[in-house]
């Protein structure tokens, strides 16, 4: 399979602790990002990267959520201390670089996180 | 005011049906647009993109507003396998992050 892969797609953990989610993204593009979708919503923006450079990261993102892509390959997720409110889908989605126009992000099956 | 705005509906058409969707965005520099289905508890895929002169793919047909700053979708002969969530998706020059709008269900009835 060569999309973008995600794992694990379900973790049920208890609030106070901590979790991390792994993406694997096609391998030849140089952007990664990351997202968050709740029920009846779109994706919410998280954070992305240029290989393994950090380029942005969205107010959303409190100081309990950490990203990382240290070789600029595959990209993990960090949320400390998890809360009930964090309970969503979060999503990774890859693409070439999108210098150029209408180039499309691909996503990965996503991670359902259930804070209980 | 968010940056892509779209009507969440429920649109409940029949089957044959034909359904407009409208998108707006508030940012001028948006350069790209795309329109992302999604189905129920699934990852959300490309449809189609949008592009200046408005662009057709079987029964969807999308369209771009600058002026206004508006994007449509429109599908012909709706089918049952079209009810989905479609998403209407920007890049903003400068930063190339993808923005969602809320998406719009729709719901094709026999």
């Known amino acids: 399979d060569t999309g973008v892969s995600q794992d694990p797609r379900h973790k049920i953990t208890k609030r106070g602790q901590n979790v991390t989610f792994r993406c694997d993204p096609i391998s030849e593009h140089n952007r990664l990002y990351w997202y968050r979708q709740t029920l009846g919503q779109g994706p919410e923006f998280l954070t992305y990267f240029q290989n393994e450079a950090q380029l942005e990261k969205s107010r959303l993102l409190s100081d309990r959520f950490s990203a990382e892509r240290p070789k600029g390959s595959f990209s993990t997720l960090e949320i400390q201390r998890t809360e009930q409110g964090d309970s969503a889908m979060y999503l990774c989605?890859?693409?070439?670089?999108?210098?150029?126009?209408?180039?499309?992000?691909?996503f990965g099956q996503g991670t359902r996180l259930t804070v209980v | 005011r968010k940056e892509v705005e779209q009507d969440p509906g429920p649109f409940n058409v029949p089957e044959g049906a034909t359904v407009a969707f409208n998108c707006t965005y508030s940012?001028?520099?948006?350069?790209?647009f795309f329109w992302y289905r999604q189905d129920c508890r699934k990852e959300p895929k490309l449809l189609m993109s949008v592009y200046s002169s408005g662009n057709e793919d079987g029964r969807f047909t999308a369209q771009l507003n600058r002026a206004s700053q508006y994007i449509s979708l429109l599908i012909r002969d709706s089918k049952l396998s079209d009810s989905a969530t479609y998403l209407c998706?920007?890049?903003?020059?400068?930063?190339?992050?993808?923005?969602f709008g809320t998406g719009t269900r729709l719901k094709v009835l026999a």
């Open positions: 940012n001028s520099a948006s350069q790209s």
């Open positions: 989605a890859s693409s070439p670089n999108p210098a150029s126009m209408n180039t499309e992000a691909f």
């Open positions: 998706v920007v890049i903003t020059s400068g930063t190339y992050k993808y923005i």
